[in-house]
């Protein structure tokens, strides 16, 4: 075995290369690519204004000076009336207007400017609002205009508050277009977390592209982020202070299904805005070329109204799309977005990293939802998703998604990008089924989504598809189904006892002298070794076990446990078991080869543990015992005690090396193994990258328990008078009457099976008493209806039992009260 130090693959050397070679030509190719700029544009309706460069004061640089582009559209009759100045969104041109502009020309002269650092007109030193405003101002002047209608877009309405605010004598009208405007309705609400957002934008847009051989397709740098500038320049906390003070009558016009600007803002703006009317439309956000008729009819319409000063403007709001009336999960579900609306940012930011902590995948369903429906701010929502995941990647993820190498880091955290594309898509897809359907659509809706994730997160990488394959074999085994679907048989019988007035607590009338409870949560495996002859029986099949008691002083109980194997014969030295008193299903069970790996156990068990010797094996099997019911109810009962009802040969997994692959791809390539690859990947966590020589064997575990990785097979052939009457000889060890052990299963080992057969050379590693199960039933080779019917007998063979015991009076059950109080006892009689 040795560590991974293979060169680069040649397959990942020519893909280095190739990307290295296109994204020379790309760097080489794109500054000599044609600027395709508006070229569907006619030439004629593009002008350029040059404007003296202004600086962070709105003062004119001496000696600077910039080109300003725009498009201007005359009316076809000479007209008096006031000019139109369309002020666009970012990122923009003043050619997005090249629809809303020829139809507002009719009557009157319409410009529409690319706001400096946007489109084609060249960037300044600052680009705020109020220095946007001031070259606005500086370019009506050179047009010869000094009043004029304004109508600002998205972020372009920005603009159009401070140009009201600046010189509002020449201002005849201002109009909010689907417009920002106060703090609080931006994004987060938070003037710091936007700003973090921008330098985000600007690095990102910036730089990440010119690693991607585009060919200039994403554009120049300059081109790229010019236009982030202008939210990086400006202060939306100066425009809330503003607002209210406007005395421009002004409209605001929304659109109810604005994706970027919430109708709520709108709203907002209007509150604080005594001078303005809002009109709520049942549109979305690009109103200039969605809805070009409708807004240049209320456009005009507001023009004409406030040609000349002095008219009173209309306050009203013209509810065009008012909300519907929702009902059901789609009323709770729009009650809780506006409940995590109301909290703080980083508030959601902090529930959103918890959230995706726990639960990554639904969690991403919960967040993408709720952030189509703009209750979570886009950026809050990337954000602590990221960190989320990143958290959940060092410490709360399954082996299997713990990721080692930084590409394979890279590649888990950045997998949030296509889960939020996959979420904004889905999550209006499960909005709108919601609205239709109710809870069908927000379950359904919800559901679909969180397949859509988990699919593209596996199927994108080899060994995701593995994995794939794994979850398809599970699905047709029933060797790996949740418990209680193999026992539902058992749990009818369960729940027809209780029906019936029979109860459960009467089934622990069985073992009477195995435990109080007949075995279902209070063995001590001590207690069951001493009972079955530990010390005083001379038994070599017996395993000797010491025990060591739970201690607030961790010396003490490293020098227990070093005292037993240094000076108790019985143990003949190092290796031996170490496991939990009471524990179930192999958890903490450990083969400890040195005195350190007994000294850190002892240091780590928070419980008492005992030492057992060590019995080499290599064979490990599971004898289910059933007492005979006549040697309890005949006194005159001569014949054996018991009988085997089931055997079962564990099969330790056992990896094989050839030269090439590491731990973890043989693991994730073997048919078997990648089906329990999670817990032998978190076994091997420190040589996951080693590679084993060729025939090389890795034992992948010790415990003969199924959820470690032991494979179970019928074992009815090994049933021999020999073996049965060896085991009833130990059965009959328990001090009751009628023999004090009934049913259980002994968890043995042997150097092999004919000795096994022979009743000799093997060791009791664990009996388990009515709480047992035949694990023959999880024989891959065997059907679940045959599974069913092993399972139904052995329960029978228990009832028939407790019956007898009650019967004779030589087994006294728990009471139903103590029963139902007991933790667990329930689930644990009917799902083991």
Request: charged share 20%; proline share 5%.
């Amino acid at each position: 075995m040795h560590k991974d130090r293979r060169p680069i693959r040649t397959g990942t050397r020519i893909g280095l290369g190739l990307y290295c070679v296109l994204l020379v030509v790309s760097y080489l190719y794109h500054p000599l690519a044609a600027d395709t700029s508006d070229l569907n544009e006619p030439a004629i309706n593009r002008r350029v204004a040059q404007l003296q460069t202004l600086d962070t004061q709105s003062h004119a640089i001496e000696g600077r000076s910039l080109d300003l582009v725009y498009r201007g559209w005359e009316p076809d009759t000479q007209s008096t009336k006031l000019p139109v100045l369309l002020m666009h969104g970012a990122p923009g041109s003043g050619g997005n207007f090249n629809q809303l502009g020829p139809v507002l020309a009719s009557d009157r002269m319409i410009f529409a400017p690319d706001l400096v650092g946007f489109g084609e007109s060249d960037l300044g030193p600052d680009i705020s609002y109020r220095v946007q405003a001031n070259y606005m101002f500086a370019y009506l002047d050179q047009m010869g205009v000094d009043r004029v209608h304004l109508v600002g877009w998205s972020n372009g309405g920005g603009v159009a508050i401070r140009m009201a605010d600046l010189y509002p004598q020449r201002v005849a009208s201002m109009t909010m277009l689907a417009s920002v405007g106060a703090q609080e309705t931006e994004g987060s609400g938070s003037y710091f977390f936007e700003h973090v957002k921008y330098a985000v934008g600007l690095g990102g847009l910036g730089f990440v592209p010119d690693l991607i051989p585009h060919f200039g397709f994403l554009g120049t740098r300059e081109q790229r982020i010019d236009w982030l500038w202008s939210f990086w320049d400006s202060d939306q906390r100066q425009l809330t202070k503003i607002m209210p003070q406007i005395t421009t009558p002004t409209l605001i016009l929304q659109g109810r299904h604005d994706p970027l600007v919430a109708a709520r803002a709108a709203e907002r703006h209007h509150e604080i805005m005594p001078t303005s009317r809002l009109v709520m439309l049942d549109a979305s956000h690009f109103l200039p070329f969605m809805q070009t008729q409708d807004t240049a009819g209320y456009l005009n319409a507001f023009f004409d109204r406030h040609e000349q000063p002095g008219i009173a403007p209309q306050t009203d709001y013209l509810n065009l799309a008012p909300v519907p009336q929702r009902s059901g999960a789609n009323a709770a579900l729009h009650w809780v977005g506006d409940l995590i609306l109301s909290i703080p940012w980083w508030a959601q930011l902090i529930g959103i990293i918890l959230l995706i902590r726990r639960l990554p995948h639904v969690g991403m369903v919960a967040v993408m939802i709720l952030t189509v429906m703009m209750r979570i701010d886009f950026g809050v929502a990337i954000l602590g998703l990221l960190v989320g995941r990143t958290w959940w990647l060092i410490c709360g993820t399954s082996p299997l998604d713990r990721p080692f190498g930084i590409l394979r880091w890279i590649r888990g955290i950045a997998f949030v990008l296509p889960a939020v594309v996959m979420g904004l898509i889905a999550g209006g897809w499960t909005l709108a089924l919601t609205e239709q359907l109710g809870l069908i659509g927000l379950v359904g809706g919800s559901w679909l989504l969180l397949c859509a994730i988990h699919a593209v997160r596996l199927v994108i990488t080899w060994s995701g598809r593995q994995r794939i394959r794994a979850t398809i074999d599970r699905t047709f085994n029933h060797e790996y189904w949740p418990t209680v679907f193999v026992y539902i048989p058992v749990l009818c019988w369960g729940l027809m006892r209780v029906i019936s007035g029979k109860g459960l607590g009467k089934m622990t009338a069985v073992n009477p002298g195995y435990a109080d409870d007949a075995g279902v949560q209070d063995e001590s495996k001590m207690d069951l070794n001493i009972k079955l002859g530990d010390g005083t029986a001379d038994d070599k099949s017996v395993l000797h076990c010491v025990l060591i008691e739970d201690d607030d002083n961790t010396q003490n109980r490293i020098n227990a446990a070093i005292n037993a194997i240094d000076n108790d014969d019985a143990f003949g030295g190092l290796p031996v078991i170490c496991k939990p008193d009471k524990g179930e299903k192999g958890r903490a069970v450990r083969l400890e080869m040195t005195k350190e790996g007994v000294i850190e156990y002892s240091q780590k068990s928070g419980e008492p543990f005992v030492i057992q010797k060590y019995h080499p094996g290599p064979l490990e099997l599971g004898v289910l015992w059933v007492r005979h019911v006549e040697s309890i109810t005949d006194p005159d009962y001569t014949g054996p005690s018991g009988f085997i009802y089931a055997i079962t040969i564990k099969h330790f997994p056992v990896l094989i090396g050839d030269g090439k692959h590491s731990i973890r791809r043989l693991i994730l390539m073997h048919k078997r193994y990648r089906a329990q690859a999670a817990v032998f990947i978190e076994r091997f966590t420190d040589r996951l990258d080693w590679i084993l020589d060729d025939g090389e064997e890795l034992p992948l575990g010790f415990a003969g328990n199924h959820a470690q990785g032991a494979m179970f097979t019928d074992g009815e052939h090994l049933i021999t008078p020999e073996l049965s009457e060896k085991l009833c000889l130990i059965a009959n060890r328990f001090n009751a009457p009628a023999g004090g052990f009934d049913i259980g299963r002994f968890d043995i080992r042997c150097e092999s099976l004919e000795q096994l057969r022979n009743g000799e050379g093997f060791g009791i590693v664990e009996l388990n008493g009515l709480t047992s199960e035949p694990t023959n039933i999880y024989d891959p080779d065997r059907s679940l209806f045959w599974a069913w019917g092993v399972l139904g007998g052995y329960w029978k063979h228990a009832e028939r039992l407790a019956q007898a015991r009650l019967d004779t009076k030589t087994g006294e059950p728990i009471d139903e009260k103590t029963w139902w109080r007991m933790k667990r006892a329930l689930v644990r009689v009917m799902i083991p």
